[in-house]
Structures are given as structure tokens and as C-alpha cells.
């Protein structure tokens, strides 16, 4: 099976979210199978930062949904996208 590479973008709750905690529960909150390569910050608007991890997946049916279920999951989560996704 090959894997995938998944950029995700993650809305916080509220621009008082400690981002640092955030990516901490969002690592912990992966389903097997699934690995976080690194997070990046996006300044989206009015002091508001969305989270943008790169997300490692296997290429089975259903790709990322496992992952977008886990994160929208966690309580300091407003909305997960998915931003690109690519091969490896």
C-alpha cells in the first residue's frame, strides 16, 4: 500500500487557543496509521491562526477522513479542510 501526504487546515475555536497545546492534542488524537510530519501557522484574520499540518496517510479507500474525524474531534477545533493532498 502506498502512502499519501496531507496537508490539513485547521480553524481554532477562538484566537485564545494556545496553539502550542493544540498541535499536542492533535498528535495525540491520530488514528494508527497516520503521522504528523510538521505544523505550519497561517495568520488567517483579527489575531486568528489556523493550524496547517502535514499529515501522512496510507492510500487506502477513505484516505484522510479517519484524520479529519480525529482533529475535528478535539474540543479547541472549529473546522478542518483539507488543503492538498499528494502521493509519496
Known sequence: MG???A???L???SPEVDLDALE???TEALPD???VKGFE???VAFGLVALVPTVIVGDA???TEAVET???AVDAVESVSVDTVGRI
Do not use: I, N, Q
Open 7 to 9: 496537508k490539513l487546515k
Open 41 to 43: 501557522r497561517e495568520d
Open 33 to 35: 496509521g497516520a503521522e
Open 24 to 26: 499536542t492534542e492533535l
Open 61 to 63: 479507500a477513505g484516505g
Open 11 to 13: 480553524m481554532p475555536a
Open 3 to 5: 502512502k499519501v501526504a
Open 70 to 72: 480525529a482533529f475535528a
